[in-house]
């Protein structure tokens, strides 16, 4: 019975995170389409779209507390898939831009009202379970929605690429308002975001957030151009790296039922303790392309663990208000995307990936220091009481 929905809600995180990914890839081919002569022009529409996810987590997505996760996820669901149409007409930078920042408004609600309703459907002590299977909806798009976007725009032109996403998100947003779930109620009213972060647990929860999705940034966001520079190779052949990433990230799914029984704060000591490890390992396999190819394997069932980890870790602090609270960690991971590519830059300009590998294992050594502090303050709490 839970099967339907948790699917649904997967392959809803799927296509939302698709449209994120997707553009980069056939920037050139969208700026021919629309009239204009630099690929880069298009990318300000991608660049937006996540300011725009980032902005919508923090100021609408405490909706979803006061009107419940279901009826938020639907509303936004219909307004993503609007977005997506019209993006798939556009005819202009500006009507592109319009249509892209709109859908990240609609992404910032969606993501936190999909994941707060993963939680509330799942069976007690099973949460992890269920939340790394919706997550593994990412998956599906940086191995299919990357892969597939160049291979379709190729075929049949960029459009059909949006296209196909607003036909997939809106088969998705009929699919979940034909079920019938029993979602926690609403609570009636719009809970904050500055009053989330008073909660004792958020903002630890939240600092594990941004170490995971810096860590991964600073290296993701650089990758392309590590390979065509200091490699040789062409850009195109990041994609096999995608796949081989979004393989080990879909396999780490076997464990989930694993980090419920270990719990989000011991489990992320040891996720995090071996992001330390792998990455200053990687530093001696960061020009050789097989290495790097088995190397992102690992790190996608790494990065499935932490994600899977932190999700849960944040939804059982206050379910009565995780539209606010998974709202901000929408916010610190879209955010860590500009930031990584910031403070990540020196690293690659001093030494090229391993600069970057470097850094992301000082993040992560901060993310398991932090992990091990929370677990002794809960122990200590368990032991007082």
């Not at 599906?140 to 607003?166: E, H, N, P």
């Not at 009565?320 to 403070?343: D, K």
Request: some cysteine.
């Amino acid at each position: 019975m839970l099967r339907s929905p948790v699917t649904l809600l997967m392959c809803t995180v799927g296509i939302v995170g698709s449209n994120s990914l997707v553009l980069s890839p056939i920037a050139a081919a969208v700026a021919m389409g629309i009239g204009l002569t630099e690929a880069t022009d298009v990318l300000s529409a991608m660049a937006l779209y996540g300011l725009a996810v980032a902005f919508s987590a923090v100021i609408f997505a405490p909706l979803v507390d006061r009107f419940g996760a279901d009826r938020a996820l639907k509303v936004a669901l219909l307004i993503m898939t609007l977005a997506l149409a019209v993006t798939a007409l556009a005819n202009t930078l500006f009507i592109l831009i319009a249509a892209q920042t709109i859908a990240g408004l609609a992404a910032g609600v969606a993501l936190p009202a999909t994941y707060a309703l993963a939680a509330h459907l799942a069976p007690k002590g099973r949460e992890a379970q269920v939340i790394g299977r919706v997550l593994t909806g990412w998956t599906l798009s940086m191995a299919g929605g990357v892969t597939l976007s160049a291979w379709i725009t190729d075929f049949a032109g960029w459009r059909m690429v949006y296209v196909l996403l607003a036909v997939g998100l809106a088969f998705a947003t009929l699919g979940i308002t034909r079920l019938r779930l029993e979602t926690a109620p609403a609570r009636g009213q719009v809970t904050s975001p500055l009053r989330a972060l008073r909660l004792p647990e958020v903002i630890p929860g939240l600092f594990a957030v941004l170490m995971l999705g810096g860590g991964f940034y600073g290296i993701y966001n650089y990758l392309g151009a590590h390979l065509e520079r200091n490699m040789g190779l062409q850009v195109s052949d990041a994609g096999l790296l995608t796949l081989s990433y979004g393989l080990g990230f879909a396999l780490s799914m076997l464990a989930d039922p694993y980090l419920d029984k270990v719990g989000p704060r011991r489990g992320l000591i040891a996720v995090f303790s071996c992001l330390a490890i792998f990455y200053a390992t990687l530093t001696t396999v960061d020009l050789y392309y097989t290495g790097l190819l088995v190397g992102v394997f690992f790190w996608g069932m790494f990065q499935h663990a932490g994600l899977t980890l932190t999700v849960s870790r944040l939804t059982a602090i206050d379910p009565s208000q995780r539209g606010a609270i998974l709202g901000l960690n929408s916010m610190i991971m879209y955010l860590s995307v500009f930031g990584a590519t910031l403070v990540f830059r020196p690293g690659f300009e001093w030494a090229g990936l391993k600069g970057c590998m470097y850094l992301s294992a000082g993040l992560a050594v901060l993310g398991a220091l932090e992990a091990t502090i929370a677990r002794l303050r809960q122990v200590q709490n368990i032991e007082t009481a």
